[in-house]
């Protein structure tokens, strides 16, 4: 089994600065690709950000210049950093990672979820 614990939300003011963290743990032999995607109700999930084992990233381009991905290999853990946020970036942020997990195989999992209100 793998789970996934998500923190860092809250309620910020247009311009300000949250950090999202997701701990994996669990029966995990590897994880390749982490990320973080957000939901608005009534709306698709969106991817928001990745990053390979390598350190690889890739952002949707609402969010470029403004959030930044990172990960600790040693502690299964990926960061968002999130600054100069907007009302628009207010949604429910999910933790997703693809791991390779004892007597699971390789799937993806997914975190609780995190609620970021950005709101003055």
């Avoid at 032999?29 to 928001?48: C, T």
């Avoid at 990960?71 to 970036?89: F, S």
Wanted: proline fraction near 2%; hydrophobic fraction near 30%; aromatic fraction near 10%.
């Amino acid at each position: 089994q793998v789970q996934l614990v998500e923190s860092g939300g809250g309620l910020v003011q247009p311009g300000g600065s949250l950090r999202l963290s997701c701990a994996a743990s669990g029966s995990i032999l590897s994880i390749f690709l982490m990320g973080w995607h957000r939901q608005v109700p009534g709306k698709q999930r969106e991817v928001v950000a990745t990053i390979s084992s390598g350190g690889r990233t890739n952002y949707t381009d609402s969010v470029k210049g403004r959030f930044t991905i990172s990960r600790d290999n040693a502690k299964n853990t990926v960061y968002l950093q999130m600054n100069n946020l907007k009302p628009e970036d207010t949604a429910v942020y999910y933790c997703n990672i693809r791991a390779w997990a004892i007597g699971s195989g390789t799937n993806y999992y997914w975190g609780q979820g995190t609620q970021v209100t950005v709101s003055s």
